[in-house]
């Protein structure tokens, strides 16, 4: 078991910057690979970016690549999301999530545990 619980998430203009955390506890969590999704209202679950249980490689989704920068700490037990160069279209809650199946994992369903979320808005 692991749970996981994110911060860092609230109000930015257009071209601002944020850095989303998510703490894990329980089991270590360099036992899983970790990834960012996020939920805009009305839409799916999506997929934005993964890491591997040594945080060597990674994975950003198009539509992220190039601003969001996914990272861990695995002797703090921590992932990170930095976002920058936000826009509106990021607007959404956003979820870190851990997984014992893969390495850099993208399916929603092959995640085991995820946290309760953090809002991020975009004003335009």
């Known amino acids: 078991q692991v749970q996981l619980v994110e911060s860092g998430g609230g109000l930015v203009q257009t071209g601002g910057s944020l850095r989303l955390s998510c703490a894990a506890s329980?089991?270590?969590?360099?036992?899983?690979?970790m990834g960012w999704f996020r939920q805009a209202p009305g839409k799916e679950r999506e997929f934005v970016a993964a890491?591997?249980?040594?945080?060597?490689?990674?994975y950003h989704a198009d539509y992220v690549k190039g601003r969001f920068t996914i990272s861990r700490d695995n002797a703090q037990n921590t992932l990170y999301l930095q976002m920058n160069s936000l826009k509106p279209e990021d607007t959404a809650v956003y979820y870190c999530?851990?997984?014992?199946?893969?390495?850099?994992?993208?399916?929603?369903?092959?995640?085991?545990?995820w946290g309760q979320g953090t809002h991020v808005t975009v004003s335009s």
């Open positions: 999530a851990a997984s014992s199946w893969g390495a850099l994992v993208k399916n929603v369903y092959e995640y085991d545990y």
């Open positions: 329980g089991r270590t969590s360099s036992s899983f690979a």
């Open positions: 890491i591997t249980r040594s945080g060597a490689s990674t």
